[in-house]
């Protein structure tokens, strides 16, 4: 496996990173996640442009000249995934320097990135998934996408423990996303999903999921769903780059509905589908 690090393609296992990154030591970085159809990277502009944000609000400044685009598009080709279904990381940390906790002077990001293959969850797309609600143990600057994701870990972790595809996120009584993807839950047949606070990460999927209800006439509501009201959805969802359109059809122990995905989702889904084969086509 071909990785990239501080601007050299290297074999994986010849990637060298300092015990003293702060990464390692603090967590001290962002990183993003892009899916690539087939060498198409799917947003990219939107998720370099969270990267940069996410970047700014750490107060690292931005890797001279990484450009993000070409190297996730170098990693594909190196690896034999250009025509592939996969995913690009990318992570930039503050940098290696001895451990304090104020930033040190002088410091050169470290960045890093891989390219994996993907397999499309095509069955958990057709029967749908479980997810369950936990408390949301994280700080208050979701908007930022930090390397910092043990609450994520954890919740992740009792979600797969409980059978459970996703944790859902409960703050204040409000169901306001997943562990690593956004939710929304269909009530009077409504979509309801949590606006864009500092409480959230402002999902690329999301965004562009909500696009394709403005285009489809299917009505949203940027207002989280009460904890409490879950249990009046008919449907629910999941959007993330790994996760497209996720039918959810059993939260907690409550299945919604017949237990099948419900026909707004399908719709959404199907959107979604057929919209990644647009982009694929327009290349
Ligand atoms: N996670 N919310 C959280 C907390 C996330 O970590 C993610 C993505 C999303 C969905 O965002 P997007 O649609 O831009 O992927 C929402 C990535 C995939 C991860 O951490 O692996």
């Known amino acids: 496996m071909t990785v990239y690090l501080n ?24 990183y993003e996640v892009v899916r690539a159809y087939r060498g198409h990277l799917f947003r990219a502009k939107e998720h370099w442009d969270r990267f940069d944000y996410s970047l700014k609000a750490l107060r ?24 592939a279904e996969a995913t690009v990381y990318l992570q930039v940390s503050r940098g290696a320097a001895p451990r304090k906790h104020a930033f040190p002077a002088d410091m050169t990001p470290t960045v890093y990135a891989f390219a994996a293959p993907f397999t499309n969850p095509v069955e958990k797309w057709a029967s749908g998934v479980k997810v369950i609600t936990l408390p949301d143990q994280r ?28 944790a859902v996120l409960v703050r204040d009584g409000y169901a306001m996303e997943g562990s690593l993807s956004n939710f929304a839950a269909v009530l009077d047949g409504v979509v309801h999903t949590a606006p864009r606070t500092n409480y959230i990460l402002p999902g690329i999927s999301r965004l562009v999921a909500l696009g394709l209800c403005s285009a489809l006439g299917i009505p949203v509501k940027e207002f989280p769903v009460a904890e409490a009201d879950l249990k009046c959805a008919t449907e629910a969802m999941l959007f993330g780059t790994t996760n497209e359109v996720m039918p959810v059809v059993q939260i907690n122990d409550r299945k919604l509905g017949d237990g099948q995905p419900g026909p707004l989702t399908r719709k959404l889904q199907q959107a979604f589908r057929n919209y990644v084969e647009e982009c694929q086509r327009r290349g």
């Open 7 to 30: 601007g050299q393609f290297l074999p994986k296992q010849e990637a060298r990173i300092s015990p003293d990154d702060r990464a390692f030591l603090f967590a001290d970085g962002a």
């Open 60 to 83: 690292i400044p931005p890797p001279a000249s990484a450009d993000f685009s070409a190297i996730a598009s170098e990693l594909l080709k190196r690896n034999t995934l250009a025509d």
């Open 139 to 166: 700080w208050a600057r979701c908007d930022i996408k930090s390397v910092s994701l043990l609450p994520n870990v954890l919740a992740n972790q009792q979600a797969q423990e409980a059978g459970a595809h996703e």
